[in-house]
């Protein structure tokens, strides 16, 4: 069983930036493929970022440029900076695992978090 638990969500104006954490509970993180999802009020969720355990990533075009995921696999935790917010960016973030790396690009993953919400508003 893993645990995720997310953090860093919070309210930010255009432009800004913020950095999405996600604690990862269990022995074995290294292993996993870690991704950021996310699902805006009256929409399906959809991916943000994944990277794998040896630090392929994949990003949705429309955050391209702007977000980065990376992985501390000392600390148990993947993070999603977020650069050059926009009003669209706002949604409730989730953090997902998988020891596959294609369910976690798939949202299919086993293992999912909470979620937090990010806010882009002036």
């Known amino acids: 069983q893993v645990q995720l638990v997310e953090s860093g969500g919070g309210l930010v104006q255009p432009g800004g930036s913020l950095r999405l954490s996600c604690a990862a509970s269990?022995?074995?993180?290294?292993?996993?493929?870690m991704g950021w999802y996310r699902q805006a009020p009256g929409k399906q969720r959809e991916l943000v970022a994944v990277?794998?355990?040896?630090?392929?990533?994949n990003y949705a075009d429309s955050v391209k440029g702007r977000f980065t995921i990376s992985r501390d696999n000392a600390k148990n935790t993947v993070y999603l900076q977020m650069n050059s917010l926009k009003p669209e960016d706002t949604a409730v973030y989730y953090c997902?695992?998988?020891?596959?790396?294609?369910?976690?690009?798939?949202?299919?993953?086993?293992?999912w978090g909470q979620g937090t919400q990010v806010t882009v508003s002036s």
């Open positions: 990277i794998g355990s040896g630090g392929t990533t």
């Open positions: 269990g022995s074995r993180f290294s292993i996993y493929a």
């Open positions: 997902n695992a998988d020891s596959a790396y294609y369910r976690v690009l798939r949202g299919i993953s086993d293992y």
